[in-house]
């Protein structure tokens, strides 16, 4: 915080974006004095526009002194750093030495002694941008979702051709230390065989992976993926490269094999929506501990816990870090997988569910049918949900039916029996291959429960929206009609809409956000040279303005109109004054976006027609409706990774529901036995539909509360609106232990 002059700040638990003062110029914001940004559109930028580097020097004393020096200079006291472990435990140590390096500044007369007085201590907050996601105490960093970005896209390219010409495929992705990227991404993608450096494989290993390659070859699967981590060791703590895992291959199967070494191809390209929101909050939150810091607060260091930023010690995480190398180098591999968290642990334990059949005499039987069943319209990441629903089911031991075309297809008996190997290759598939429809079940409740009886079907799994969501509610109110409805029914969210009751998050929005985050910037890059121009961009969503909200933060938007924030003329007025004001500035196109139900008289063509009239002679203007192709595409690593946890989930909920009524032919009447699955806030929790109708807006089909909405008045900060963000609820420094994460 240039400018700071390590004063106390007086609005400690108050509002964030206040008018600021300018460092060099002293002007308030909104003043002559030089405020305007050099890059117009910073978050579609990959890397870091101030620059990155391993210093030498201020490893050394010498060199932090000099640093000290620079910032005393500057009157900086408040310093926010982004980096690893190594960047953070750097910062920790000179914040340590700060007083004992103002003393030798004042000894060698380069500052006086009012000016160690004045500056007397340094506050010091870490945020974590590192694409490994190898540091202790987070769920992820930032700069990882676009690396799993750049690795999936590669995969998906090289898919084609290791299919054309019946190949295989050795991907060695980035990871020294830590075996993040290598088990998200053999997870989003269905890979045969993973090698971590926290997780080594067994010993004999060779004759185990080459049997697996050889029976997929035997059930004709045309292509197989094994996917490297750099620093992939044994349990002996030797490298295995992907060269000798080509050598392998190729000598014991004789397969034609290839090697491709994504490198630094990883760092670089546009970062993804999560990246950029993601970063947007943290920095947010690192402002704020900046601001509240006292002399004896401790380093903290902003992590994502949930859908939450929380701050934690520093070197307590850094420690954490650094015991997981420590407990790799003893070969307690075990211990480094406990310590790399909860959600590192969660993934591979999935991994291995999904990636590897037992043998049948080895499964024991359930005797117990679980149908799966796609509802409302489709979503990208549907058809990862479906594959690992049915690969656990079978795992604990069900017969797994798939239900195709909806509850339309479930009355007209459209059900068979789904396989292991049916579902292979679906991680990737954009859509829904059940096929869906927004039909609901109301009219067909006899011939459901029919074919409920004819299928002898004990538990249900809905994986589908809003629709999916009422249909669950009628199927749970016609238990009283239907004894065949009273069985074990959870549903898992999967919408670009993300308008679900009981989950902040739904499969395919992420996609979504994507879709409508990069098209923004080839909407922006096309103005580069014409110039003064302004977008209305309509995006989908009915009612719910997440997609809106959350694409023009992402996006860079001047304003995101919505439906849970009404609007009238004077807003859109005053937008239009904004951007006349904004052409003034270096920075000259304007980007606005509009829920396609935002207001029923203020259309995208009214807007759009109202911003060319108020801005003739300054900008024109153009407008683009996204439509359905917010739908489409193949589905994001978030979405690929989101929709096959908690698919296994509700898969291992109903396991455990069916083990209840082992037996006894229990009938379940019981609110908890019809749930939606969700996150909220910082829990993955089942939640019963009974007791989520008294949070829905069934009119506008929107849960009455929504946490992104929080978030809307930090979209307006960045567009340089004086607008305040609430920090009354920002997560203080909490004693979380890392691996609880």
Known sequence: LPGHGGRRCEHRRGRLGERLQHPASGALEGEPGNWSCHFPCPGRLGGTIIGSARCQAFRTREGRLKAACNLLQRGITNLCVIGGDGSLTGANLFRKEWSGLLEELARN???????????????????????????????????????????????????????????????????????????????????????????????????????????????????????????????????????????????????????????????????????????????????????????????????????????????????????VQKAMDERRFQDAVRLRGRSFAGNLNTYKRLAIKLPDDQIPKTNCNVAVINVGAPAAGMNAAVRSAVRVGIADGHRMLAIYDGFDGFAKGQIKEIGWTDVGGWTGQGGSILGTKRVLPGKYLEEIATQMRAHSINALLIIGGFEAYLGLLELSAAREKHEEFCVPMVMVPATVSNNVPGSDFSIGADTALNTITDTCDRIKQSASGTKRRVFIIETMGGYCGYLANMGGLAAGADAAYIFEEPFDIRDLQSNVEHLTEKMKTTIQRGLVLRNESCSENYTTDFIYQLYSEEGKGVFDCRKNVLG????????????????????????????????????????????????????????????????????????????????????????????????????SDSGQLEHVQPWSV
Request: with cysteine.
């Open 109 to 323: 007369g380069q500052i006086d002694k009012e000016a160690v007085q004045k500056y007397a201590y340094l506050n010091v907050v870490g945020m974590v941008g590192s694409i490994d996601n190898d540091f202790c105490g987070t769920d992820m960093t930032i700069g990882t979702d676009s690396a799993l970005h750049r690795i999936i896209e590669v995969i998906d390219a090289i898919m084609t051709t290791a299919q054309s010409h019946q190949r295989t495929f050795v991907l060695e992705v980035m990871g020294r230390h830590c075996g993040y990227l290598a088990l998200v991404s053999a997870l989003a993608c269905g890979a045969d065989w993973v090698f971590l450096p926290e997780s080594p494989p067994e010993d004999g290993w060779e004759e185990q992976m080459c049997v697996k390659l050889s029976e997929n070859r035997a059930r004709k699967k045309r292509l197989n993926i094994i996917i490297v981590a750099e620093g992939a060791i044994d349990t002996q703590n030797k490298p295995i490269t992907s060269e000798k895992i080509k050598e392998l291959v190729v000598t014991q199967l004789g397969y034609d094999t290839r090697v491709t070494i994504l490198g630094h191809v990883q760092r670089g390209g546009t970062p993804s929506a999560f990246d950029r929101i993601l970063a947007s909050r943290m920095g947010v939150e690192a402002v704020i501990a900046l601001l509240e810091a006292t002399p004896d607060t401790p380093a903290c260091v902003v992590s994502l816990n949930g859908n939450h930023a929380v701050r934690l010690p520093l070197m307590e995480c850094v420690q954490m870090t650094q015991d």
């Open 628 to 727: 359905h192709m917010q739908q489409g595409g193949a589905p994001s690593p978030f979405d690929r990774n989101f929709g096959t946890k908690i698919s296994a989930r509700a898969m291992e909920w109903i396991t455990a529901k069916l083990k209840e009524a082992r037996g006894r032919g229990k009938k379940f009447t019981t609110d908890d036995s019809v749930c939606v699955l969700g996150i909220s806030k910082r829990n993955v929790i089942f939640q019963p539909v009974a007791e989520l109708k008294k949070q829905t807006d069934f009119e506008h089909r929107i849960p009455k509360e929504q946490w992104w909405l929080k978030l809307r008045p930090l979209m307006k900060i960045l567009a340089k609106y004086k607008a305040s963000y609430d920090v």
